[in-house]
Structures are given as structure tokens and as C-alpha cells.
């Protein structure tokens, strides 16, 4: 992460936005932290340790380096399990937001009345067909779904048979 990252982050509206999750963006954050903290620890001990004694000293260096290391390994398992767990419910996310129409129901209900109408309106020509609509048509026969709201898609047109009938 930048500085323009986290100037973007901290003084944007980033920040007070809902419709973006913002926890995968901070887990680098917290695991700079967790590093800066563990070489904090590890300084004061080194100091702490050899101002006592030269022998306390050495135990203090074995000690930095076993839970040091210890320290971390966990802290990143704990960020790469953040971070798997925020990529496994990304999916998720997205799912959410796309459900999310900005057409109210309204509309769907006015949309869906209109095509109905459209369909009534246009009665089916009892007109024997033509040389030019033969080819098109097929002698299987779909029912016809109406669709009740913008949401469910149209019905699919048969496919062409390949017998040419």
C-alpha cells in the first residue's frame, strides 16, 4: 500500500461507504503493525536482558529468536487466514451487489404489465404461412411463457432443425 492508498483510504469517503468491504485492504496494515511490534518487543527485551547481566543477556537472545520466530509464524498464518477468508466470500459479495437493482418493484410490476399487454395486443396470425417463413419456422411448438416481472428472463426460440423441414 502507497501513502496515496492510505490518504485515499483515511480521508475519502472510502472510509464511511458500506458498499465496499474494506477489511482486505487493512489486513497489510495490520500485519506491518504486528512486524514493527515484534521488533519493538525484541529491542526493549534485547536491552532489558543485557542491562542485567552479560549471561541474561544471551538467554534473552535465545529467547527473541524461539518466540520471535514463534510470533512470526503466527501472526502470518493469522493475516493469510484474513485474507482467505475474505477472498472465499468475495463471490458472495459480488452476489449481493448484483442482486441489488436499482429498478424498484414498481417498475418491474409496470414493466411486466406492459409485456402482457404486448402480448395480448398481438393476436397470432391464422394466415397460412408463406415460402419465406417456412424455413424459419419449426414443426416442434414451444409453450409460450409469459414473464412476470423484469427479472425472469424471455422464453428461448426453438432451435433450427437441420433436416431443413
Known sequence: MTSEDLKKLFLGQTLFRLDAILAPRLVPILYVTGLAGLLLWAVTL???RFGRSFGDGLWGLL???VFGLLWL???R????????FFK????????VGLSRSSASL??????????????????PSRSA???????AKSTRSRPK?????RRSPPAKPAPPRKDGA
Request: charged fraction near 30%; include cysteine; charge should be negative.
Open 129 to 135: 404461412p408463406s415460402a419465406v417463413d417456412a424455413p
Open 46 to 48: 534485547l536491552f532489558a
Open 63 to 65: 529467547e527473541i529468536f
Open 106 to 123: 414498481l417498475e418491474e410490476v409496470r414493466d411486466a404489465i406492459s409485456d402482457i399487454a404486448d402480448e395480448d395486443a398481438a393476436p
Open 73 to 75: 509464524i503466527a501472526l
Open 145 to 149: 411463457v409469459k414473464r412476470t416481472a
Open 77 to 84: 498464518i493469522i493475516c493469510e487466514v484474513l485474507l482467505v
Open 88 to 95: 472465499a466470500h468475495e463471490a458472495e459479495v459480488r452476489a
